[in-house]
């Protein structure tokens, strides 16, 4: 479990070993605000020689106006960029081990958002727009599907739902008696996982699902797929992201 609190993760960690005692899991530091921490993450993996099922799920939202330590937009920066980098440094290790599975076992999973449909496109010269990482997660899953389709991998994004979560915590303006009343109409964590898990492992998605877009188990039918935008469908767009992420992370030497 890749994490950049190690506190935090060992907490969630001793906590899912008190539900299921065998759980095998351990800590990796990552922060995906730095693609130093992405490689040594990942070169910290890498001792495991096979990976099933990358899920793409960190995030952040309504931050103050950063930027990450390769000068990207803050949100842009962790939640396409970082994850781009992460996938493509994971790909071998996917690859290899789908050589060895059932077509369709190997998955990447990018975790998107309803919120993907408030940007209407990307605008290249300008990474200041919250929407457009979200936009991208579902515009990255597309353009790997067609790249590791040959291997037996699924690729796909999801929409997880409206979570209490802590992504909220940066929202201006949200008060306490708003965040009292969110509490009780948002989806618990645990609920709002559902679709993650469902897209992770669920035998109902088969390769013919790859490069789709899940919305909320639950919601409209279990993990049933839904249209996204238009701009989440527009393969043209697609491709056109997946150059200028391959160039920018190229120039930073990965
Ligand atoms: N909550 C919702 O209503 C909602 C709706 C649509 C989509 N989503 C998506 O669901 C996913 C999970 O979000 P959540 O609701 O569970 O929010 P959350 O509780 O804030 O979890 C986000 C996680 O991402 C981690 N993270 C943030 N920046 C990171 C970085 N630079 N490096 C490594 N990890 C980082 C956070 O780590 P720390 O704990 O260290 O901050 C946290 O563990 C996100 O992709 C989000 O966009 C959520």
Known sequence: MAARSEPKALAA????????????VEFIEMDLSSFSSVKKGVDDF???????????????FCLPYSKTAEGFEIQFGTNHMGHFLLTKLLLPTLISTAKACDPGTVRIVNVS????NRT??????????ENGSKLANILHAKALSKRVKEHGIITMSLNPGIIHSGLWENMSG???PMWEIAKYCFTTPEVGAYTNIFCSASPKVTMEDTGDYYVPVGVKGAGKMHKPSVAASDDELAEKLWEWSETEVAKHGY
Request: proline residues 2%; negative net charge; aromatic residues 4%.
């Open 120 to 129: 209407e496109t990307i605008t290249f010269d300008d990474m200041h727009d």
């Open 174 to 176: 949200i008060t306490s």
């Open 13 to 24: 960690i001793q906590d899912i070993k008190s539900k299921v005692p065998n759980a095998k």
């Open 46 to 60: 890498l001792w495991e020689t096979k990976l099933h099922v990358l899920l793409n799920n960190a995030g952040v």
């Open 113 to 116: 958002s309803l919120a993907h």
